[in-house]
């Protein structure tokens, strides 16, 4: 079935024991020895929208999947002349091969360079985003300076946080 210029597979339930997905998650198919890749289009209880990788990729904004996730970090912002300065903790919000969205008890601008440390990863970031809402500040940053195989070993731990995800609920 076509919707709105991309493929999609509906999946009805007469009942509503559908589990609801984010839009964007990645599904893993077994269909007897078949292996298939999906994206959650579109879901709720009693129904659920899966496209293609590649079809969700066209429609995506995003260059790279994006995984929610509230998980703590530690910050290091550097001031004009390049030097670090203290130690800030913030709270990641979701996550990509390319970039971040996170919250800190700071003030900072676009354009600020900062260093997080978030797991095993050391990631350089430019803030692209940033706004005060309800008193804290949130932050959208794009990763700088990140080597192709650094991008692919973030990727695949942040498709193993979603495997992880899925495999508890």
């Not at 995003?62 to 970090?73: M, T, V």
């Not at 300065?85 to 919250?103: H, P, Q, W």
């Amino acid at each position: 079935r076509e919707a709105h210029g991309r493929s999609v597979t509906v999946v009805n339930a007469d009942t509503r024991d559908l589990p609801v997905f984010d839009p964007g998650t990645i599904l893993r198919i077994i269909s007897g020895k078949d292996v298939l890749w999906g994206v959650i289009a579109a879901s709720g209880k009693t129904r659920m929208e899966i496209t293609d990788i590649d079809d969700w990729d066209k429609k995506n904004r995003r260059e790279f999947f994006r995984l929610s996730l509230l998980d703590s970090i530690d910050i290091v912002h550097f001031d004009e002349e390049k030097q670090p300065e203290s130690n800030v903790k913030g709270k990641l919000l979701d996550i990509s091969a390319t970039g971040m969205r996170f919250s800190a008890p700071v003030a900072w601008g676009a354009g600020d360079v900062i260093q997080i440390t978030w797991r095993d990863f050391q990631l350089r970031g430019q803030i692209v985003r940033a706004e005060i809402s309800n008193f804290r500040s949130f932050y959208g940053c794009k990763f700088i300076d990140m080597s192709n195989r650094a991008q692919d070993t973030l990727m695949r731990e942040i498709f193993k946080i979603q495997m992880e995800q899925h495999r508890r609920n």
